[in-house]
Structures are given as C-alpha cells and as structure tokens.
C-alpha cells in the first residue's frame, strides 16, 4: 500500500445551515389595510361616544343631588335682585322671597318700590301697597315666571321640569366654581326659549335666568339662603283691606 508522507489533512467542519424561511400557511391571513383603517376611524368615534355618555351621567348626577337638596327643605328664605331687559325697558328690583313647602312663595319688593307676590298654595295674589285693586289667580292657572323656582320645594325632578337639561359652557357662572345648566320648562313652553340655572358646589340654585321668545329676558340672583328657617302659613295669606276690590284672573304686573 502506498504512504502520502507530510501531513495529515483535517476533516473539513461542516458549515451551519441557516434555517428555511418558514413557509406561509395558506390558511393563516394577514391584517389587511383596510381592517387597520377601519379601526383607526372607529375608536375617535367610539371615545367621543363615551365622552357623550360620561357628560350625560354627570347631568344627570348633579341634578339629583340639586333635586335631593331642595327636597328635602321645609322652607327658604333668601335675599333677591329680579332684572328685566326686554320690549324697551331695563328694570332691576330687589327684595326678599320666602318658600315653603307645599307651594308656598312670598315675594316682598322692597326697591325700587314696595309690591307684593303671594302664594298660599291654591292661590296667587299681587298687590302694590296703596293701589285699591289687588290681582288673584288660581295656581293652576298661574303662568309666571318665577314657579321654576318654586317647584323645587316640592316633590319633583329637576330634569323632567327642565327637559332636555344640558350644561352650558358658553354662559360663564357668576362665581368660580359654580356650574350653569340648560333647559327648557315645558310649562311654559309656548312662552319660553330656555332657563339657565347657576348651581353652587353645595347644590343651591344661585341664579336663574329665563329667555323668553320675545327676546326679553329675566333674572334672578340670589344670595343670604337661609334654609329650613321657622316661618308659620300666615306669612303666605293675603287678606285685602276693605277698600281694595279683588280682580281674578291675569295677575297683570
């Protein structure tokens, strides 16, 4: 046998096999651009329907507790500036207004002059002290401006007197932390655009502002609230002099 003297070769290493490229499963399927699209569109419209939904609860929540609060008063006394600016005429009077319940209102005019706005309930009356007629409507019948009010010391919802109720953050609070709402009574639906209502963070109503079609408007500020105060039913009786002749029917103030 022959001999290949010198030295001996090396068993070449093998070399490392990179691995296949997994084949793709003609089942499997890619995202497609589209798909990514359509969520993409979807979720803006998915949180600004959540945040529609979040602002709808928390009406909602504040005007329970705005309800909450007013009934579970027996009464109210408070100091009132009224303002009216409409049909030529700008007006600011002041005074004080006592509510109890059940639909009880007494609104002594002080300034500019005395006048005098009555509830016992059944019936309304209005009176300037000196005049020899005094104005009597039944409640019932009563359209004025001043029932939304009065309404909170009974038994109701405020979302249902005021509906739809929204919040209105064009119209800035009076003070810093107050909140202002929106809605419309439909009582007086035929006669009214909207009534804002200023609600403190303690839940009492600090102003209400009512726009009517006619573009005039109306506002009451309140301020010194006083609640569930001692205040007997003869407060809200109105017994005419003998000289003064009862007219029914519109309180024509």
């Known amino acids: 046998m022959a001999y290949n003297g010198g030295s001996r070769s090396r068993p070449s290493?093998?070399?490392?096999?990179?691995?296949?490229r997994p084949l793709l499963n003609p089942k499997e399927k890619r995202v497609s651009t589209p798909a990514v699209k359509t969520s993409t569109i979807l979720l803006p419209v998915i949180l600004a329907f959540a945040i529609v939904r979040a602002g709808a609860?928390?009406?909602?929540?504040?005007?329970?507790?705005?309800?909450?609060?007013?009934?579970?008063?027996?009464?109210?006394?408070?100091?009132?500036?009224?303002?009216?600016?409409?049909?030529g005429m700008d007006r600011t009077e002041s005074g004080t207004v006592w509510l109890k319940k059940p639909g009880k209102m007494r609104w002594e005019y002080r300034s500019p002059?005395?006048?005098?706005?009555?509830?016992?309930?059944?019936?309304?009356?209005?009176?300037?002290?000196?005049?020899?007629?005094?104005?009597?409507?039944?409640v019932r019948k009563l359209e004025d401006l001043r029932s939304p009010l009065g309404l909170l010391l009974g038994k109701t919802r405020l979302e249902k007197e005021l509906h739809p109720l929204s919040f209105a953050p064009d119209v800035p609070p009076l003070e810093p932390g107050n909140v202002v709402l929106r809605g419309l009574p439909k009582a007086l639906a035929d006669r009214v655009s909207q009534v804002?209502?200023?609600?403190?963070?303690?839940h009492q109503i600090r102003r209400i502002q009512i726009d009517e079609?006619?573009?005039?408007?109306?506002?009451y500020r309140f301020r010194q609230q006083r609640e569930n105060i001692s205040v007997g039913d003869d407060r809200f009786r109105f017994t005419p002099g003998p000289d003064v002749e009862t007219i029914t029917g519109d309180l024509g103030e």
């Not at 006048?115 to 039944?138: E, I």
């Not at 804002?196 to 303690?202: A, D, S």
């Open 213 to 219: 079609v006619d573009g005039s408007v109306t506002e």
């Open 196 to 202: 804002l209502l200023e609600v403190t963070p303690g």
């Open 57 to 87: 609860e928390d009406i909602t929540s504040l005007a329970r507790a705005v309800d909450q609060h007013y009934n579970q008063l027996r009464s109210l006394e408070a100091d009132f500036t009224e303002t009216y600016h409409g049909n």
């Open 113 to 138: 002059r005395e006048k005098l706005f009555l509830s016992d309930g059944r019936d309304a009356w209005f009176y300037v002290p000196g005049d020899k007629q005094a104005r009597k409507t039944p």
């Open 13 to 20: 290493e093998p070399r490392e096999r990179s691995s296949p």
